[in-house]
């Protein structure tokens, strides 16, 4: 079936027993497969396109028969889902990563200290090889699990391998186990006119945005190291940007303001064959039985084991997880402020 690794998941650092209930080279392991399906991205320069289907005196930008393939840029998709992983951690009353380097040049004078506050920690500051000297911001007790996905300083790799997303109009070319996604780009075109009557609507601004549209997939992520608590994470991250796709800061993109971006992502049963994950995407065909049983395993007890391992990580030494950091703040403002 897949690849022979059949290192299971480790889980020695953790207060629990953790046994996957079926042999690992039946899963999509180390693999997770997010399905998402997004009626418009917009996502900047994120579109890198290929097109050598027409030749360059042929190429006609707003030619809706250009069957025109590419890649979407990764690091748009990191963000999103470092975002709804970072929510977790505050959910569950315990600070992030903060995703820039204290030092970087940041445009806004004060935003890195503000962050602090607001349920960051220093990029790394939880590593205990990293720490160095005091912080007047409350310390992680261990490295949170942002860190060791998304990595933190040039020798912290992230465990979590991010590939970018290879789409075509073509449903046929689209192979959902390689992390692509049937999806339509097109070349916007917005004019910016003038309101004075004078000018009678005369075009003052012509801006030129990359997009795709009805983009329904996969994104293909690989852990680079098997532990629970990392399914966990990605789990509820999704689950969360699921939940608040229309939440501004929770769109994926730019020109969230005109509806792009919104994005209904699922994490794709892992417990999956090649073949099942496949069928996923073929409409002509519904879940089979074998499907089904694996939907139950997953929902009953399966996916409540990879979160039940990331509590134990997000929770204190008592296994207590910690009150919201969200609601915290809401209630600091509420009660009128009185820190500080
Ligand atoms: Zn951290």
Redesign the pocket.
């Known amino acids: 079936m897949r690849s022979d690794d059949d290192r299971g998941f480790e889980s020695d650092h953790l207060p629990m027993e953790f046994d996957l209930p079926v042999d690992i080279s039946e899963t999509t392991f180390p693999d997770i497969y997010v399905g998402l399906n997004i009626g418009l991205l917009a996502p900047g320069d994120g579109i890198i396109t290929d097109r050598h289907h027409a030749s360059a005196d042929r190429y006609e930008a707003d030619d809706p028969m250009n069957q025109i393939a590419g890649q979407i840029s990764p690091f748009t998709l990191s963000g999103w889902l470092r975002h709804g992983c970072e929510r977790v951690h505050h959910i569950a009353g315990v600070t ?2 903060h995703p820039g380097e204290p030092n970087a040049d940041f445009k806004l004078k004060d935003v890195y200290d503000r962050d602090l506050a607001a349920g960051y ?1 220093e990029k ?3 590593d205990p090889d990293r720490r160095d000297g005091e912080s007047k911001f409350p310390m ?1 007790t261990s ?2 699990v ?2 060791d996905l998304f990595g933190g300083f040039g020798h912290q790799a992230g465990k979590l391998i991010r590939r970018p997303i290879g789409f075509s109009p073509i449903r046929r070319h689209v192979d959902v186990l390689k992390g692509e996604a049937e999806a339509h780009y097109r070349q916007l075109n917005t004019h910016v006119r003038s309101r004075n009557e004078a000018d009678e609507g005369q075009p003052l601004r012509h801006a030129t945005q990359d997009a795709v549209g009805n983009l329904d997939g996969t994104w293909r992520l690989t852990l680079r190291e098997l532990r629970p608590e990392y399914v966990g994470l990605i789990c509820e991250a999704v689950c969360y940007l699921k939940s608040n796709n229309d939440t501004y800061s929770m769109q994926l993109g730019g020109s969230r303001n005109f509806g792009a971006g919104i994005v209904h992502a699922n994490v794709i049963n892992p417990l999956y064959s090649d073949a099942e994950v496949r069928r996923v995407y073929n409409r002509a065909q519904g879940p089979t039985q074998s499907m089904e049983k694996k939907d139950e395993l997953w929902r009953e007890g399966l996916r409540d084991s990879f979160v039940e391992a990331l509590q134990h990580r997000l929770s204190n030494e008592d296994g207590e997880l910690g009150e919201s950091l969200e609601t915290r703040s809401a209630s600091k403002e509420n009660s009128g402020g009185d820190s500080k």
Request: glycine share 10%.
């Open positions: 992030a990563c920690h790394g500051s939880c992680p490295t949170c942002v860190y």
